[in-house]
Nanobody
């Protein structure tokens, strides 16, 4: 059973930074792609980034690629989402997800989900 636990969310002012972590258990990174999604109130879940740690392959959605970076630590079975220059539009619950195989950018393609971590950006 794959388990994902996100952490690192919180309240930050506009222009600030946060690093989200997603600790995975029950699987190794060698066969899984990890994804980050976010969901703002009243909106659909939105793809943010994906990483295939074993191959060092990453992709960040265009809308945040200049501010967000995704990375992973195989030894710790953990992936990170570094977010900089945050603005109020980044306010959302951020979710970590996992799937077997290659990268994907839609929520239904992911099999396992964490509980989410709240990121709130104040003006």
């Amino acid at each position: 059973q794959v388990q994902l636990v996100e952490s690192g969310g919180g309240l930050v002012q506009t222009g600030g930074s946060l690093r989200l972590s997603c600790a995975a258990s029950g699987h190794t990174f060698s066969s899984y792609t990890m994804g980050w999604f976010r969901q703002a109130p009243g909106k659909e879940r939105e793809f943010v980034a994906t990483i295939w740690v074993s191959f060092g392959l990453t992709h960040v959605t265009n809308s945040v690629k200049d501010r967000f970076t995704v990375s992973g630590d195989k030894a710790k079975n953990t992936v990170y989402l570094q977010m900089t220059n945050l603005n109020v539009e980044d306010t959302a619950v951020y979710f970590c997800a996992a799937r077997q195989g290659g990268a994907a950018q839609t929520a239904p393609e992911y099999d396992y989900w964490g509980q989410g971590t709240q990121v709130t950006v104040s003006s």
